[in-house]
């Protein structure tokens, strides 16, 4: 099974300024016949389900500011925010569909303002 | 617009049985795989069980499988989680979540996706 780690687990960022979360897989989420990483972001704010930021490793959901990006290949991962806002407040998660049905999650990042 | 609405959730004492639903519209629910996903209380998200857009494929996580069962019912729009044999650490809110596509079949082996939509959560708590 393939297992994921994010770091850190918490996060504490000024307003306006970056955050950036990682995403470490235990082995490669790349698909090499259509070059695609199979790994996504999720966002969840308290009391909410989570939410699609990021699939294919870098391509933003419908919606998603831009300031959310994705980033990384293979095993390792990154969720940039580049100018926090108060809303972003939430629990950050990465998983992989690389290995479906058996896919996993990392086990959260929460993200706090400074 | 795609929504999805979990029902069915509450108490149960250990070694009992729930079934949980989730009605779904706004898409063309056959045309899409659809999974389980829950959260223990203060905890991460655990993926349970999905299924295929036929319902002709099943899969489990280790940690369900033998005592849940899902399943989907095409004409009424409704995908199910038939929970037996419920254990303490089975308590969580219990989320429906609908994949992008179809599931990828090939080979005996099916292929699932990311969650590109949730339902709201219902909570089952496994207590006596």
């Known amino acids: 099974d393939i297992v994921m780690t994010q770091s850190p687990d918490s996060l504490a960022v000024s307003l306006g300024e970056r955050a950036t979360i990682n995403c470490k897989s235990s082995q490669s989420v790349l698909y090499s016949s259509n070059n695609k990483n199979y790994l996504a972001w999720y966002q969840q704010k308290p009391g909410q389900p989570p939410k699609l930021l990021i699939y294919?490793?870098?391509t933003r959901e419908s919606g998603v500011p831009d300031r959310f990006s994705g980033s990384g290949s293979g095993t390792d991962f990154t969720l940039t925010i580049s100018s926090l806002q108060a809303e972003d407040v939430a629990v950050y998660y990465c998983q992989q569909y690389y290995s479906t049905p058996l896919n996993s999650f990392g086990q959260g990042t929460k993200l706090e303002i400074k | 617009e795609v929504q999805l609405v979990e029902s069915g959730g509450g108490l149960v004492q250990p070694g009992g049985s729930l079934r949980l639903s989730c009605a779904a519209s706004g898409f063309t629910f056959s045309s899409y795989a659809m999974s389980w996903v829950r959260q223990a209380p203060g905890k991460g998200l655990e993926w349970v069980s999905a299924?295929?857009?036929?319902?002709?494929?099943?899969y489990y996580a280790d940690s369900v499988k033998g005592r849940f069962t899902i399943s989907r019912d095409n004409s009424k729009n409704t995908l199910y989680l038939q929970m037996n044999s419920l254990r303490a650490e089975d308590t969580a809110v219990y989320y429906c979540?609908?994949?992008?596509?179809?599931?990828?079949?090939?080979?005996?082996?099916?292929?699932?996706?990311?969650?590109?939509?949730w339902g709201q959560g219902t909570l089952v708590t496994v207590s006596s």
């Open positions: 294919w490793a870098s």
């Open positions: 299924i295929s857009g036929s319902g002709g494929s099943t």
């Open positions: 979540a609908k994949d992008p596509f179809d599931a990828y079949c090939s080979g005996g082996s099916c292929y699932f996706w990311y969650f590109q939509h």
